[in-house]
């Protein structure tokens, strides 16, 4: 059996993280720990507010909603594990548990990858397309886009999920690093992993690439019809509604692509746990900040709610 190696290696792997410099996990213990509690309350804020003000019930906040729980799964697939670990003598985690967290992790991924672009294009539509936003950005339209992205993300991750774990390790079992990812595993193996890194690098050109040619090529329609608006005002409102995607798209995809788009030859383990900590929780974990401090709309739904809130409970 290609999955079993010397005494417990077969349940569990260790993962080292920085376990060598014990002032540094307790740093970024505390750290995490409060990124992750600002997480939560920014995210579920989020879909809090936008569920309850119809105002809000529109395609672009309908995406924003998505993405905010998308965020809150995939930074809740690593982040807990890891506060447990940087506490922890024993730094394991069992087979499935590290097999669950690869795919989970893998798809929430290639699912923000393709959010992002439907996001872009709603914005195209929003501004290019000002007078047919409506019948376009319909709420059937909206839902297909929807289901088509998270079940593209999720089916997509099962058969890299298969390639890297049934990879032979013969016992080894010490993963350098801080939760379950393809290239530390790739390093796991004592075969040739070629064959997984191509399939890996043509998997990164189709959810990384495309996808970002995709919002560019958006974002190239979008600014050549902002400066064709007339008053100033207008093309600031109109540049102010894509800021705040355009600094996600810039954070998610600048990191995802250093680290996925690299040969693994030339991957160095430490530069490359620091990568996915930032793409895989500091970026998922500011989407929601950027978005509501940028956004005037959901500032007000947010003061309107609690108001409610608050005033329901005086009374």
Avoid at 185 to 197: F, G, H, R
Avoid at 257 to 263: R, S, T
Avoid at 297 to 309: C, E, I, N
Wanted: overall charge positive; some cysteine.
């Amino acid at each position: 059996d290609n999955w079993v190696g010397n005494g417990s290696s077969q349940f569990e792997f260790i993962l080292l993280g920085v376990s060598d410099q014990p002032r540094l996990e307790m740093l970024l213990f505390v750290v995490f720990l409060v990124l992750y509690i600002l997480n939560l309350v920014g995210n579920l804020a989020i879909i809090v507010v936008l569920w309850l003000e119809p105002c809000l019930h529109t395609p672009m906040y309908f995406f924003l909603s998505n993405l905010s729980f998308l965020d809150l799964c995939y930074t809740t697939s690593t982040v807990p594990q890891m506060l447990v670990n940087f506490r922890s003598t024993h730094k394991s985690i069992t087979w499935a548990g590290c097999v669950a967290q690869l795919y989970v992790f893998l798809s929430l991924g290639c699912t923000e990858c393709l959010l992002l672009v439907v996001m872009a294009y709603d914005r195209y539509v929003a501004i290019c397309q000002p007078l047919r936003y409506t019948i376009v950005m319909s709420r059937r339209l909206c839902l297909q886009m929807a289901a088509t992205v998270w079940l593209s993300g999720f089916g997509n991750s099962i058969l890299q999920t298969i390639l890297t774990v049934r990879l032979p390790r013969c016992g080894r079992n010490r993963v350098d690093h801080f939760f379950c990812e393809v290239p530390a595993l790739l390093k796991l193996a004592c075969v040739d992993t070629s064959a997984n890194e191509a399939e890996a690098f043509a998997v990164s050109v189709i959810f990384l690439l495309v996808p970002l040619g995709l919002i560019l090529v958006s974002y190239g329609y979008i600014v050549a019809a902002v400066l064709r608006i007339r008053s100033a005002q207008g093309r600031l409102k109109a540049f102010n509604t894509c800021a705040s995607h355009l600094a996600v798209v810039s954070l998610f995809y600048g990191t995802a692509i250093f680290m996925y788009l690299q040969p693994p030859s030339s991957y160095s383990q430490d530069r490359g746990k620091m990568v996915s900590l930032f793409y895989g929780i500091i970026a998922p974990m500011l989407n929601s900040l950027i978005y509501t401090l940028r956004n005037k709309d959901v500032h007000g739904a947010l003061r309107r709610v609690l108001g409610r809130l608050f005033g329901s409970k005086r009374t």
